[in-house]
C-alpha cells in the first residue's frame, strides 16, 4: 500500500506542477509540498484524537487536494459563489475525507484507539469535519494569494501551519480535554457538541467569505479586495499587467 501512496503522491505534485505552470503561480506546489511537510505533525493531532497512524509525511498532501481541486475548478468562473453553493462545496469535501479516513483504516494507513468518540458518533466523522473545516479555510485563503508576488506566497507556508493550531488545536480542544481531563462520557459528549457547534460557526463565516467573493467583468479569476488594491496601485504606476 505505501507504493500505490508514493505513486499517488508523484501524480499529485506533478498535478500541482502543471497547474502552475498553467496558471502561472506557484501557490499548488507550495501549499502541497507545505501540507506534506507538515503532516508530521498530524502524529500530535493524531493522538489527542485517538488515530494511530503509520503514513504522515506521504499523506499530508491529501489534506488539501479538495481545495486545490475545487480552486482549479472555479477560479475562472464568473459572478458569485452562492452561500448554498458554499455549503454544498463543503458537503462534497466532507464526504471525501469520511471517505478517505474510512478507507485508512481498512487497508491498514492507521487505526482508531476508540472508535466512537461520543453519543454514538464515529471519531472518523468528527476528523473529517475538522478536515473539511481546514480544507475551506485553506480555500478561501488560495483567493486571495494565488496572483501576488512570490515572497507574499511564502506566508503561505506559516498559514497552513496556523490553521492545522486553530482547527485540531483550538476547535478540536473542547473534545479532547474534556475527554482527557475528566473520562466522563457526559462532559466528553459535552466537549464533542462544543467542538462541532464550533466547526458550524467557522464553516459559516468561511461560506460568508466564498459567497462575497466578486468577479471582474472580462477577467480571467475572481478577484479580492486585497488585489483590487494592487490593482490601482499598479495602475497608477503605469504598470498594470495583474492579469497578464
Known amino acids: 500500500m505505501e507504493i500505490v ?9 506533478a ?7 498553467a496558471t502561472r ?3 499548488f506546489i507550495l501549499v502541497a509540498l507545505t501540507a ?13 484524537y485517538g488515530v494511530v497512524p503509520l503514513v504522515a509525511l506521504l ?20 459572478g458569485q459563489i452562492s452561500y448554498l453553493q458554499s455549503w454544498l462545496i463543503a458537503l462534497i469535501v466532507f464526504i471525501f475525507f469520511w471517505m478517505i479516513e474510512g478507507i485508512g483504516v481498512q487497508v491498514g494507513l492507521w487505526s482508531y484507539d476508540n472508535e466512537i468518540s ?32 512570490f515572497v507574499i ?9 496556523g490553521l492545522q493550531l486553530l482547527t485540531y488545536g483550538i476547535i478540536g480542544s473542547p473534545y479532547y480535554a474534556m475527554s482527557f481531563l475528566t473520562g466522563s462520557s457526559i462532559m466528553t459528549a459535552f466537549g464533542l457538541l462544543s467542538t462541532i457547534m ?47
Open 15 to 21: 498535478a500541482c506542477v502543471v497547474f502552475g505552470m
Open 36 to 48: 506534506m511537510l507538515g503532516g508530521a505533525g498530524s502524529v500530535l493531532w493524531h493522538w489527542l
Open 25 to 27: 503561480t506557484n501557490v
Open 153 to 161: 506566497t511564502l506566508q503561505l507556508p506559516f498559514i497552513w501551519l
Open 118 to 149: 461520543a453519543i454514538g458518533v464515529p471519531i472518523n466523522m468528527l476528523l473529517a469535519l475538522l478536515h473539511t473545516l481546514n480544507a475551506m479555510i485553506l480555500l478561501r485563503m488560495l483567493f486571495e494569494y494565488w496572483r501576488v508576488e
Open 198 to 244: 464550533l466547526i458550524g460557526w467557522g464553516l459559516h463565516i468561511v461560506m460568508q467569505g466564498l459567497s462575497a467573493l466578486q468577479s471582474i467583468q472580462g477577467g480571467t479569476a475572481y478577484i479580492s479586495n486585497f488585489e483590487v488594491l494592487a490593482e490601482l496601485d499598479r495602475a497608477e504606476r503605469g504598470d498594470n499587467d495583474l492579469y497578464r
Open 59 to 78: 499523506g499530508g498532501w491529501v489534506m488539501v487536494f479538495p481545495s486545490l481541486l475545487i480552486f482549479a475548478t472555479l477560479r475562472r468562473r464568473f
Open 5 to 13: 501512496l508514493i505513486l499517488a503522491t508523484i501524480m499529485a505534485l
